[in-house]
Structures are given as structure tokens and as C-alpha cells.
């Protein structure tokens, strides 16, 4: 198993950035796919980027495209999203998350979460 913690979430306008950190504690974190999720009020929970064990390979969802970008640093045991150019639509409490083998696109394909970082963009 492994331990997440989020940090990094905060309240920010409209263009603006933020960067989120995923510090990983437990099971081998180089060894594990990590992504990002995000989640409003009442909708499911939805993959924002991912990045395999070596950042070898990474996924952004089509709505963060050229606005968000993951990456890792294994010798840090910390995943990252640069997050720029922020909108309001993008408010929302974000998740980290990990899972053995190659990168998962559900929700289901990951084994650990964090608790969650709260962003919120205004406008």
C-alpha cells in the first residue's frame, strides 16, 4: 500500500497558477502509476493527468491539454501538477492516486488515494 498526501490546493483567479504535490510514503512509489483526479460536488470523479513509473509516459485529459502538466521525481517519492492559465471550471478538490503496473484511465484502476487539496478559481 501506499500513503498520499496533497498539498499545494488553494484559492486563486482566473489565469493564474498553482502547482500540487503528491508525497508518497509505503510501497516503492517508483514502481507505481500515478494520476490525478478531480472532483466537484454530487459528479464522478475525473482523471485530469497520469504519468507511469519513469515519466516515461504521461496522459492529460482533453479539457488541461497545454494548461496542466504532470511529472514525478522518484528520488523525492513526490508526483506534481503544474497547473496554468487556470479557469473557473477547474475548481474542484483534487486527488492524487497510485497503482501497480501501467497507467489506469478509471477511477477502479487505482489502488491508493489521497485525502484530497481543494482548488478553487474564481473569476
Known amino acids: 500500500q501506499v500513503q498520499l498526501l496533497e498539498s499545494g490546493g488553494g484559492s486563486v483567479q482566473a489565469g493564474g497558477s498553482l502547482r500540487l504535490s503528491c508525497t508518497a510514503s509505503?510501497?516503492?512509489?517508483?514502481?507505481?502509476?500515478m494520476a490525478w483526479f478531480r472532483q466537484d460536488p454530487g459528479k464522478e470523479r475525473d482523471l485530469v493527468a497520469a504519468?507511469?513509473?519513469?515519466?516515461?509516459?504521461?496522459y492529460h485529459a482533453d479539457s488541461v491539454k497545454g494548461r496542466f502538466t504532470i511529472s514525478r521525481d522518484n528520488a523525492k517519492n513526490t508526483m506534481y501538477l503544474q497547473m496554468n492559465s487556470l479557469k473557473p471550471e477547474d475548481t474542484a478538490v483534487y486527488y492524487c492516486?497510485?497503482?501497480?503496473?501501467?497507467?489506469?484511465?478509471?477511477?477502479?484502476?487505482?489502488?491508493?488515494w489521497g485525502q484530497g487539496t481543494q482548488v478553487t478559481v474564481s473569476s
Open positions: 504519468i507511469n513509473w519513469s515519466g516515461g509516459s504521461t
Open positions: 492516486a497510485a497503482r501497480r503496473g501501467s497507467i489506469g484511465l478509471r477511477s477502479i484502476d487505482y489502488d491508493d
Open positions: 509505503g510501497r516503492t512509489f517508483s514502481l507505481s502509476s
